[in-house]
């Protein structure tokens, strides 16, 4: 069975910093794309940063020149540099595989930015 689990998540004052990880357990061979979703109170899941093409990263343009997407294949792990944290960036993270063709999700970390 596959399974995602995150870590990293906190409260953070505005300007702080986070890293947030995520790591893929279980039948793994490889994976067609990773990625980091949130989802804040009242609001739709969106895409924050992912990798769905081969050296190609993609970032919301809210979070692009602060947040970083990265990926060691080797431990089968996506992790979230999370710079200049503004309170707009307070949600629920989740990260995400799609493993033989499947979408996996991880269960989510909170990440709140509040001075």
């Known amino acids: 069975q596959v399974q995602l689990v995150e870590s990293g998540g906190g409260l953070v004052q505005p300007g702080g910093s986070l890293r947030l990880s995520c790591a893929a357990s279980g039948s793994i061979a490889n994976y067609n794309a990773v990625g980091w979703y949130r989802q804040a109170p009242g609001k739709r899941r969106e895409l924050v940063a992912g990798i769905f093409t081969v050296g190609s990263a993609n970032y919301a343009d809210s979070v692009k020149g602060r947040f970083t997407i990265s990926e060691d294949n080797a431990k089968n792990t996506v992790y979230l540099q999370m710079n200049s944290l503004q309170p707009g960036d307070t949600a629920v993270y989740y990260c995400?595989?799609?493993?033989?063709?499947?979408?996996?999700w991880g269960q989510g970390t909170q990440v709140t930015v509040s001075s």
């Open positions: 995400y595989f799609n493993i033989w063709g499947r979408d996996y």
